[in-house]
Nanobody, 126 residues
């Protein structure tokens, strides 16, 4: 079993920053997460879950949704099995529950991700 736990959400004013963390645990054999893509998704009330960003464990491949490109940065710490999402210049429309997910597929489709965290709430006030 693989567990993903998000943290770092909260309330921030527009223009502010937050750093989300996603800690992966449960499967500790050598290089288990190598070759996987870690993704961040978000879902606001009344909206579908949308892709935000992804990264491979090597850290040499990243991808961002157009809505966050230039403002958000995804990174990872392989030794700690942790993925981060640095969110800068936050806007009210960034308000959502943010989910961490893991997939063996190079995809933005939520249905192709095998493991999900419980989510962390990000609220941006105007």
């Amino acid at each position: 079993q693989v567990q993903l736990v998000e943290s770092g959400g909260g309330l921030v004013q527009a223009g502010g920053s937050l750093r989300l963390s996603c800690a992966a645990s449960g499967r500790t054999f050598s290089n288990y997460f190598m070759g996987w893509f870690m993704g961040w998704f978000r879902q606001a009330p009344g909206k579908e879950r949308e892709f935000v960003a992804r990264i491979n464990w090597n850290g040499d491949s990243t991808n961002y949704a157009d809505s966050v490109k230039g403002r958000f940065t995804i990174s990872r710490d392989n030794a700690k099995n942790t993925v981060f999402l640095q969110m800068n210049s936050l806007k009210p429309e960034d308000t959502a529950v943010y989910y961490c997910a893991a997939s063996n597929s190079l995809t933005r489709l939520p249905e192709r991700y095998d493991y999900w965290g419980q989510g962390t709430q990000v609220t941006v006030s105007s």
